[in-house]
Structure formats: structure tokens, C-alpha cells
T-cell receptor, first 112, second 111 residues
Framework: GENVEQHPSTLSVQEGDSAVIKCTYSDSASNYFPWYKQELGKRPQLIIDIRSNVGEKKDQRIAVTLNKTAKHFSLHITETQPEDSAVYFCAPLLPAGNMLTFGGGTRLMVKP | NAGVTQTPKFRILKIGQSMTLQCAQDMNHNYMYWYRQDPGMGLKLIYYSVGAGITDKGEVPNGYNVSRSTTEDFPLRLELAAPSQTSVYFC??????????FGEGSRLTVL
């Protein structure tokens, strides 16, 4: 299966600052790149995704950028708020891929 | 919520006991997954299924078994429970576009 790594594993920012989380993957054939958010005690939920034919996608304060050459994609959160505090996971998918492997997660803490 | 129901929500087992975690969906999707998440850790794939009658191992299958006799149900069986299986178990479906929809999770403690 895919080898997926996330960095950093923990990130602490001041409210209003920006946060960036990076996900690297091993298989250049991957074509779907999602980010999930998991709040404490809850299930993971998709917050943004991108496909390989697009370099960047934005949804209000969050954005995802993709660098296929370097095999990594990143989650960007601007103007962070305390409710952004959560664990974030990436899970790149291969075309016709069935086995979905998650990155190790990044714990984001936004200090008020 | 894409209609993934997990039962039970909580369970305490003694070492050596067996049990089945149930996962049901009501949208006829083929792809279903079982993950475990240890405290403060990431999601590890246990087993997955691409349709009725078809299952395959994920990253951490040892100590577990699954079956997929119908499209709707994907139960996860724990045989001879061990403390190392204390975890939160998530079932998920993938309708086909890539996104995973998770159930609320089943919290299992083995003492």
C-alpha cells in the first residue's frame, strides 16, 4: 500500500495565525488527495479534497495545494480560530485503489 | 451522515472473550472499511471489502476476522480479546468518489 507521512505531528499556533500541514506520499499514481478533521471524541470528517488535475483548491479559510512532482500536498488554514483545534489526517488514494492508508495525523492547537 | 451505523458504542471485554462489532449501511455502497484508532494515535486499516463476498486484509489484521455476506453489513469479529485490542473502532463506507464516511465509532476496552 501507499506510504503516507504527515508533518508536523503537532502544531501550536496563536489565534489568527496561519497553519500549514504537509502530507507526503509514495505512489505517483495517486489521484485523489483529501484532508479529514477529527475533533476530540468524534469521527473523522472530510473538510477539503483535491484531484490530480488541479493544483489548488480553496474553501473559505482552508485550502489544499498539490505538488505532484514532489509527491506532497498541504493543508492551509488561515485566520485560525479555537474551533480549528483538532487532529487532521490525509489519505491519498490511487485510481482504482481500494486500500486507504491514513497519515499519522497532526494535532493542531489554536491558542486564544 | 451517509448512513453508517455501528453497534455497540461501548463495550468492555475480559481477556480471552470474543465479540462482534456490527457495521451496517443503508445506501448499497460496495466499499466498506474497518479502522482502529488507539488513544492519541492515527487510523490503522484492519480489513476492507469491495463488495459482497469479497474481503481483504489491511495494515493490522491479526486478531480479527470479517465477513461480507450482504452489501449492507460488514461485521468485525474479535477472537480471544487481548488488552492490545483496546481501541476505538471505526467503520467507514466509500461511495465511489473517494471520500470516506465514518460511523460514530465503537469504543472497546479489554481488561
Amino acid at each position: 500500500g501507499e506510504n503516507v507521512e504527515q508533518h508536523p505531528s503537532t502544531l501550536s499556533v496563536q489565534e489568527g495565525d496561519s497553519a500549514v500541514i504537509k502530507c507526503t506520499y509514495s505512489d505517483s499514481a495517486s489521484n485523489y488527495f483529501p484532508w479529514y478533521k477529527q475533533e476530540l471524541g468524534k469521527r473523522p470528517q472530510l473538510i477539503i479534497d483535491i484531484r490530480s488535475n488541479v493544483g489548488e483548491k480553496k474553501d473559505q479559510r482552508i485550502a489544499v495545494t498539490l505538488n505532484k512532482t514532489a509527491k506532497h500536498f498541504s493543508l492551509h488554514i488561515t485566520e485560525t480560530q479555537p474551533e480549528d483545534s483538532a487532529v487532521y489526517f490525509c489519505a491519498p488514494l490511487l485510481p482504482a485503489g481500494n486500500m486507504l492508508t491514513f497519515g499519522g495525523g497532526t494535532r493542531l492547537m489554536v491558542k486564544p | 451522515n451517509a448512513g453508517v451505523t455501528q453497534t455497540p458504542k461501548f463495550r468492555i471485554l475480559k481477556i480471552g472473550q470474543s465479540m462482534t462489532l456490527q457495521c451496517a449501511q443503508d445506501m448499497n455502497h460496495n466499499y466498506m472499511y474497518w479502522y482502529r484508532q488507539d488513544p492519541g494515535m492515527g487510523l490503522k486499516l484492519i480489513y476492507y471489502s469491495v463488495g459482497a463476498g469479497i474481503t481483504d486484509k489491511g495494515e493490522v489484521p491479526n486478531g480479527y476476522n470479517v465477513s461480507r455476506s450482504t452489501t449492507e453489513d460488514f461485521p468485525l469479529r474479535l477472537e480471544l480479546a487481548a488488552p492490545s485490542q483496546t481501541s476505538v473502532y471505526f467503520c467507514a463506507i466509500r461511495p465511489g468518489g473517494g471520500e470516506l464516511f465514518f460511523g460514530e465509532g465503537s469504543r472497546l476496552t479489554v481488561l
